[in-house]
């Protein structure tokens, strides 16, 4: 079982150019998160889907941000022209069903992370 | 609304003495409580977890952490630190969801020979 996969594990972008964040979840799992941490912040929720889904998106910024769970491959967050702000470590992480309830923490696998260095 | 603070970003402990990392946090509601660990290069791993059960909670690799309602604290500890316990801790208090989660900023800890 090779656990939630990220890639590309770092990434440089210039100023103005797209980032896109892959995430594979742990086999079985069917509902995904993205988390970003920002430098000396802890990690802050950004968005969860489903396959084909997204069901809450709360903490996606409003513009410039994407996210997608197609039907078949990985779940990709898209950055679209990327700003220095933009660099941090995003976080995926799946769970086999939605997490609910003040437990629900411990049915989270976590991926290593994308580290997103902006120029 | 609900805030986690870790007071120290950095902690380093010799091989062998105890370990000791703080996190204080708040909550409107009754938090259920976490510790992560992330090695280089790895996920984050769940360690231990709280949910108003015991309210000393023992998890992987020999840490506990307890729980105190009154000082609302829940800090990580272990009697004596390895050089595999090297890794970032992270603190994190739920009251729902998965967007309800919320992180401390981290604490690295060092272990020295």
């Known amino acids: 079982n090779a656990g939630v996969m990220q890639n590309p594990r770092h990434l440089v972008r210039r100023r103005g150019q797209e980032a896109r964040l892959r995430c594979s979840p742990m086999k079985g799992h069917s509902h995904v998160y993205w988390y970003r941490q920002l430098p000396e912040e802890g990690l802050k929720f950004m968005v969860y889907?489903?396959?084909?889904?997204?069901?809450?998106e709360s903490g996606m910024p409003k513009e410039r941000f994407s996210a997608e769970f197609p039907k078949e491959g990985p779940s990709i967050l898209r950055i679209q022209q990327v700003v220095r702000g933009d660099s941090a470590a995003y976080f995926c992480a799946s769970s086999p069903r939605e997490v609910a309830g003040t437990s629900g923490a411990n049915v989270l696998t976590f991926g290593a992370g994308s580290r997103l260095t902006v120029l | 609304a609900q805030s986690v603070t870790q007071l120290d970003s950095h902690v380093s402990v010799s091989e062998g003495t105890p370990v000791l990392l703080r996190c204080n946090y708040s909550s409107s509601y009754s938090p259920s409580l976490f510790w992560y660990v992330q090695h280089p290069n790895k996920g984050l791993q769940l360690l231990l977890k709280y949910t108003s059960a015991a309210t000393l909670v023992k998890g992987i690799n020999g840490f506990e952490a307890e729980f105190k309602k009154s000082e609302t604290s829940f800090h990580l500890t272990k009697p004596s630190a390895h050089m595999s316990d090297a890794a970032e801790y992270f603190c994190?208090?739920?009251?729902?969801?998965?967007?309800?989660?919320?992180f401390g900023t981290g604490t690295r800890l060092q272990v020295t020979l």
């Open positions: 889907l489903q396959k084909e889904n997204i069901i809450d």
């Open positions: 994190v208090v739920s009251t729902g969801t998965a967007s309800k989660l919320t």
